[in-house]
Every structure is written in C-alpha cells, then in structure tokens.
C-alpha cells in the first residue's frame, strides 16, 4: 500500500470511529431522557387488594355451618344464610349471620370485617363485642378477590388459649370458612366450618369455557 493509500485509509478509519462514539453518545442521551416508570404506591396497591377482595365477598350467601360440640367430637349441621356489604367509605364489610338451630329458634350475629393489607391483617368486630384480630396470610396471591387466605390468631377456648387457624376459600359462587385450633403441643383439630354458595342467579361470565364438541 502506497503512503497516500495509506494516509487516506487512515483518516477514514478515525472518521468512521468518530461517527460510532457520536452514534452512541447520542443513543446514551436519548435512553436517558426516557421517563422512567413511576414507582407503585403502596398504599394504592393495598387498596386495591380490599377492594378486590370485599367485590369478591359482596352479596347474598345461603349454605351450612357444621361445628364441633366441644370438648366432644359430636359434630353438628345447621342451615345458615349470610348477606354481605360494603360500608359507604369502602373500608369495610358488613356480615350478617342468619341460623337455624332446628328448634325453631333463629340466631343471627351481624359483625364488621376490615382487611389491612399493609399490616397483613383481618379483623373482625361483632356487635357489641371485642373484635377479634387475625393475622392473614395470602392476600398478595389473590386474583380479583378470590383465592385461599389463611387466618391465625390465639383465642380463648375453655379456661385457656389456643391458637386458632381458619383457611378461606373464595371463589366466584363459593365461599369457605374452616376453622381448626390447638392447644400447645397439640396437633390443630377441626372446631367449625361454614360452606357458602351464592343465593343469587350465577355468574356465568366468570366460568371457564365451555369444551368444543367432538364432531
């Protein structure tokens, strides 16, 4: 290669370098004028969870509540309704119980339910009573509103504590409350559960669809 072949294939490897470093020095500039994405606001994404949550709940329940007649293992069935709202500010809900104890007797309990997702909690307030506090487990694997939530918490059974663990099923048209408790070095054993299906007409935009028929 001649000098001034040389020289030129030079001067025209500096200017391709000069035009990459300046490609890339604008590249770097645009990517970092790009807005970043906001961070979530926890406390938005909390409320949301309630919200799912409580839509999930809301409505009219009709089903059973078995319980054990303790300290026996005589378990025992009742008829029982629930109905479900939600309170003006969307902060709570509103159960009200409805049994029949097959004596022509009809028992109803009416109590205030809170869900904190912040503080993982779910407490629950009967009328005039002390409200009852429990740790709840599951909120962040809800969709809509619906999934399995663990509850647990220490209650007063007999003239002692036992700690107290309660599994929430809730689905689109079934709702599930299974409580069991242990006294310490216990294993936890059942106490009562009740088993709800929505009274109202389902909806049917929440199931699956339906199989193709074979041809």
């Known amino acids: 290669m ?5 020289l030129r294939w030079i001067c025209a490897s ?3 370098a000069l ?3 300046f490609f890339s020095s604008s590249m770097a500039a645009q990517k970092s004028s790009l807005p970043s994405a906001p961070d ?15 839509s999930a709940l809301l409505g009219h329940w009709a089903g059973m509540l078995e319980y054990r007649k ?11 309704w629930l109905d479900v709202t939600e309170a003006a500010d969307g902060k709570s809900l509103t159960m009200r119980y409805t049994f029949d104890d097959g004596t022509n007797d009809v ?6 339910v809170t869900v904190s997702p912040t503080l993982r909690i779910w407490t629950e307030k009967p009328v005039a009573q002390p409200e009852d506090v429990y740790k709840v487990d599951g909120l962040e694997k809800l969709k809509d509103g619906r999934g399995t939530l663990v509850l647990t918490n220490d209650v007063v059974e007999g003239l002692g ?5 309660t599994n929430v099923t809730i689905a689109s ?5 299974e409580q069991e408790a242990r006294a310490p070095g216990q294993e936890f054993s059942f106490r009562h559960v009740y088993r709800f299906t929505r009274a109202e007409e389902p909806d049917t935009s929440t199931f699956p669809a339906a199989p193709t028929p074979r041809k």
């Open 161 to 165: 504590k036992v700690e107290a663990r």
């Open 2 to 6: 001649s000098r001034v072949s040389r």
């Open 40 to 54: 979530a606001d926890p406390a938005l994404i909390a409320g949301q969870v309630a919200g799912q949550l409580y």
């Open 14 to 16: 500096i200017a391709f």
């Open 70 to 80: 303790f300290p026996s293992e005589k378990r025992l069935l009742l008829p029982a």
């Open 19 to 21: 035009c990459l470093a």
């Open 107 to 112: 028992i109803r309990e009416t109590q205030r």
């Open 173 to 177: 048209n079934i709702f599930i409350m």
